[in-house]
Every structure is written in structure tokens, then in C-alpha cells.
Nanobody
Framework: QVQLVESGGGLVQAGGSLRLSCAASGRAFNNLSMGWFRQAPGKEREFVAAISWGGGSTSYADSVKGRFTISRDNAKNTVYLQMNSLKPEDTDVYYC?????????????????WGQGTQVTVSS
């Protein structure tokens, strides 16, 4: 079992920045690929970014490429999502996810473990 706890969400003005964190426990973190997804009420969960076991491979949704950066600190069992140049359309609940696959998938069904989510609200 893997437990994931997100933090760092909040309210920010358009153009601002936030950094989300996701702390993992319960399994060797360096054998987990990690992903960030987001979801609005009534909509499907949307891929945002993902990172491989060792951090050497990353993947981003086109909508966030160049603005968001995913990174991980295996010594702290934590994955981060640095979000810059935020837009109102980035407003969502953001979820951290984990999978034992070595390369990070973009499909939410490939992840077996999920955090509880953290709200990000971007005001215009």
C-alpha cells in the first residue's frame, strides 16, 4: 500500500505561482512513478504531469507545458509540481498519483494509488 498526502493548494491571482507537494509513504518511493492529475466537478480526471522512478523522464499535458514543472526528491519521498503563470482555467482539484511502472503513464487508470486532492483556485 502507498499513502499519498498532497499540500500546497490555495487561492492565487492569475499570473501567480504555487508549488504543490505530495508526500508518499508505505513503499519504496524510488520504485514509484508519480503523476499529477486535476479534475473539475462533473468532468473527467485530466493528466497534468508525470515523472519516472529516478526523475530522468517527465511528461506534460500540452496545456501546462512551459508553465508547470514536476520534480521529485527521493530522499524526502516527495514529488512536487511547480506551477507558474497560472490561469483561471487551471482552477481544479489537483491529485497526486503513484504507480509501480518505471515510466510515467498519462492515463489515470494506470495509477493504483491516489491522494485526497488539494484545491487550486486562480482568480482573474
Amino acid at each position: 500500500q502507498v499513502q499519498l498526502v498532497e499540500s500546497g493548494g490555495g487561492l492565487v491571482q492569475a499570473g501567480g505561482s504555487l508549488r504543490l507537494s505530495c508526500a508518499a509513504s508505505g513503499r519504496a518511493f524510488n520504485n514509484l512513478s508519480m503523476g499529477w492529475f486535476r479534475q473539475a466537478p462533473g468532468k473527467e480526471r485530466e493528466f497534468v504531469a508525470a515523472i519516472s522512478w529516478g526523475g530522468g523522464s517527465t511528461s506534460y499535458a500540452d496545456s501546462v507545458k512551459g508553465r508547470f514543472t514536476i520534480s521529485r526528491d527521493n530522499a524526502k519521498n516527495t514529488v512536487y509540481l511547480q506551477m507558474n503563470s497560472l490561469k483561471p482555467e487551471d482552477t481544479d482539484v489537483y491529485y497526486c498519483a503513484a504507480t509501480g511502472l518505471p515510466l510515467p503513464p498519462r492515463i489515470h487508470g494506470s495509477y493504483g494509488y491516489w491522494g485526497q486532492g488539494t484545491q487550486v483556485t486562480v482568480s482573474s
